[in-house]
């Protein structure tokens, strides 16, 4: 058990926050999140962490608003209980869709929710897989960023063993793609998606050979899975003997699940840094990794002090 360490958790993800103190054989820090019966939260310590280096473990999933602010409100109580350092460990870090002015009049969200975290005292950020990478400049402290990459390439690697082909669904995410591709050593396509004319529906084009091969369709997230879906159709009318989706962040929100189960998608293989417990139980193709170990190794490498680097690749 590390020093002086603690580990505190609100309620987005409190298995993912056990899974992680058994990874560093420590107990989860006694924390009451509540809420009053308006809906208002409220937070309390229940032991002392004067001088600890604290680690609070929250993903900013849905619901959404809710979870920042239990975040926020856990930092504040930890900070004024004089806990030596504060790092906050937001596996899915919400907002990051909105990291630019896309159209005019509208907020940088990515960037103010950075700012609220900035402004409750905490030390540093821990986070996985963020949306655009840019990000952790919208932040004056220390962001770790590590990726989900290498836990969900060891499980392709023993499950997809030979001709495997990565996709990146849409243009904006080829980079990622490449970056997968090139720690399977497998080939890379790509997904065109055009809309011909108003209210008509995207036309998809596979950019590159799926012929015979496994299509492994990488992304960051999958929302609504609208995209994921579809691209799924094109694979496999361009000839792909298999078609399986892998992210890090597993969002499914509205018809997701029942776009999944009804796609030609073999498998949708996701991480725990969002809840899965029940989607799993309405979706059988769901396959979900826990990112555990790699969050409990960098807490314990930021703790000690020593290089995290590896871990970023």
């Not at 691209?231 to 776009?259: E, F, M, Q, T, Y």
Request: aromatic residues 4%; hydrophobic residues 45%; proline residues 4%.
């Amino acid at each position: 058990m590390p020093a002086g360490i603690k580990l505190f958790t609100g309620n987005s993800n409190r298995t993912l926050a056990k899974e992680i103190a058994d990874v560093l054989n420590i107990p989860v820090g006694e924390a009451m999140v509540s809420t009053f019966s308006d809906g208002e939260i409220m937070v309390q310590v229940n032991e002392n962490v004067r001088g600890a280096d604290v680690f609070v473990v929250q993903s900013t999933c849905m619901p959404v608003n809710n979870n920042i602010m239990e975040l926020l409100l856990m930092i504040d109580a930890l900070r004024r209980a004089s806990a030596g350092r504060i790092t906050a460990v937001v596996p899915y870090y919400g907002y990051a869709r909105q990291d630019r002015k896309a159209q005019p009049r509208v907020p940088i969200s990515a960037r103010l929710v950075a700012d609220l975290l900035s402004a409750t005292g905490v030390n540093r950020v821990l986070t996985i897989d963020l949306h655009a990478g840019q990000i952790q400049g919208f932040f004056d402290i220390p962001v770790d960023h590590l990726y989900s990459a290498p836990v969900l390439a060891e499980y392709v690697r023993k499950q997809y063993l030979n001709g495997i082909v990565v996709v990146s669904p849409d243009a904006g995410g080829v980079e990622r793609a490449r970056a997968f591709a090139k720690r399977l050593n497998a080939s890379l396509a790509i997904i065109d998606k055009r809309r011909e004319k108003a209210n008509v529906s995207q036309v998809m084009h596979v950019i590159g050979d799926v012929k015979d091969k496994v299509a492994i369709l990488f992304d960051d997230m999958i929302d609504t899975a609208g995209t994921i879906t579809q691209a799924a159709s094109a694979i496999k009318a361009g000839g792909a003997n298999r078609v399986v989706a892998a992210c890090a962040h597993a969002v499914l929100s509205g018809p997701a699940l029942d776009r999944i189960n009804g796609s030609d998608l073999e498998e949708v293989i996701v991480t725990n840094t969002i809840p899965m417990d029940c989607k799993q139980e309405k979706c059988s193709k769901l396959t979900v990794l826990s990112v555990a170990p790699l969050l409990g190794e960098a807490i314990k490498r930021i703790h000690e002090e020593t290089s995290i680097s590896s871990l970023f690749i």
